[in-house]
């Protein structure tokens, strides 16, 4: 009997998986794969809290398919060897994958298409499967090969048919085959992780979706930016690591409402950025546009940025959320990410590679482009937008919440006046005084 294999990349989900859904069509029996990619995990050894929520969504998915009469198959190496040798293992004759846009996966379904060809396997790439919607379907009539500003590829967005989630299978029959253990995250990624991170897979995330649905999303459009409020949806790590799919979401959003609306649209921005980096890859590491002056270098600003330390609470309370919880909201993101790409004057690379060490949402496409945008190589059409932590402070934490969270030193500063600690004569050995001085002050 042959069987058909489903590789899970980031698409870690029983309910609306395209790849999964074609498998189980394909053969009698489905082998779901997930191979530890021993040149990707290399590449991300210093990203303990990633490591911690993969095997977190590894187990839930194995769990998913155990209940469906299957379970999830584990090995580890390089992934074209592997799936080839467990193709001929089972008699494979189709293998079923989540299209994805990095460069790094072009090159692995280049390499699985070649490899597989040998032995009569087809290797079949399932887009709108971690996107809502198929990143090549949307193109300018201007004759570019990507949308290169985000309004008018968002009108376009919204006028594009997506598909129908697909139901869960009722049930995985899986041949006989070999399996390593779910590892240990430690095995994976090295260092400390988050004290407070948050981890989960599938089904964590739908229980969180369900909840997010049926109110939360109401107020998003009021509260999304006042980091204080903790108004949004905290579905990032689940979409990065395709526990939960974005059509689906997109599918069940009420966008009758600002808040359903306003949802919507950020997951049209995730979209947004996937078909950017599926159109040029090299921007995961290039400018996207020229950079208008050079950077600057200075280790101490870096460091004192890193730690949340640079003497500006609303920079600080947001690294520091970083640090703790493996997250923070995208408020507190764009305002640190302008203080150092902006204000600092430091290379955007050198940003992205922190979060990547400390996010847990952190993919490539999103965390990227949302630097250059920061930095104004990216997509930006206002590329000289600065952030004034102070301004930005008054309008979006003017009780000054947010920041007393995150900042117990100074806790005891009442409403805005925490913002401004240097006025209130606290102590350096407290709290550090500002690194550099902005309008405000």
């Not at 996207?288 to 730690?307: G, N």
Request: proline fraction near 7%; glycine fraction near 8%.
């Amino acid at each position: 009997m042959t069987a058909s294999i489903v590789l899970f990349t980031r698409d870690l989900r029983v309910h609306d998986n395209p790849a999964l859904s074609a498998a189980c069509r394909d053969a009698g029996t489905v082998v779901p794969l997930f191979v530890l990619d021993t040149e990707l995990l290399a590449k991300v050894s210093d990203a303990p809290n990633r490591a911690r929520f993969l095997v977190a969504a590894l187990t839930e998915l194995d769990t998913e398919l155990r209940t469906r009469g299957g379970r999830l198959v584990v090995r580890r190496g390089r992934v074209v060897e592997e799936v080839a040798r467990l193709a001929q293992e089972v008699n494979a004759r189709s293998v079923h994958l989540a299209e994805d846009v990095t460069g790094y996966s072009a090159r692995r379904l280049t390499a699985l298409r070649e490899r597989l060809a040998r032995i009569g396997c087809a290797v079949h790439a399932h887009p709108a499967s971690i996107t809502a919607v198929d990143v090549s379907a949307l193109r300018p009539d201007t004759g570019r090969t990507h949308y290169a500003v985000f309004t008018p590829y968002f009108r376009r967005w919204v006028d594009t048919p997506m598909r129908r989630p697909l139901p869960a299978p009722d049930a995985v029959v899986v041949p006989r085959v070999g399996s390593e253990p779910i590892p240990d995250p430690a095995d994976l990624a090295t260092g400390p992780g988050s004290p407070e991170l948050a981890v989960g897979g599938e089904a964590t995330g739908r229980k969180l979706l369900e909840h997010w649905l049926s109110g939360p999303v109401c107020e998003y459009a009021a509260v999304k930016d006042m980091p204080a409020v903790d108004g949004t949806s905290g579905l990032s790590p689940y979409l990065h690591f395709g526990c939960l799919s974005a059509a689906e979401i997109v599918f069940r959003a009420d966008v009758s409402d600002a808040g359903g609306q306003a949802f919507v649209r950020q997951l049209a921005w995730r979209d947004f950025y996937h078909q950017v980096l599926a159109d040029r890859p090299g921007v995961a590491t290039a400018d996207y546009r020229p950079v208008a002056q050079s950077w600057r270098t200075d280790a101490h600003a870096v460091a004192a940025w890193r730690a949340g330390r640079t003497g500006y609470p609303m920079v600080d309370a947001g690294m520091r959320q970083l640090t703790a919880q493996g997250w923070m909201p995208g408020r507190a993101r764009l305002i640190a990410a302008s203080f150092l790409v902006k204000t600092l004057r430091v290379d955007w690379r050198v940003g992205a590679r922190h979060f990547e060490r400390w996010l847990v949402d952190a993919d490539v496409a999103n965390n990227r482009m949302n630097w250059q945008w920061m930095a104004g190589t990216g997509t930006d059409t206002r590329s000289s937008r600065v952030l004034n932590p102070l301004r930005q402070a008054e309008r979006f934490d003017p009780g000054g919440d947010y920041a007393r969270r995150w900042l117990p030193e100074l806790a005891h500063l009442p409403g805005a006046e925490i913002h401004r600690p240097w006025r209130a004569g606290v102590l350096a050995a407290e709290y550090p005084p500002p690194i550099v001085e902005f309008n405000g002050m």
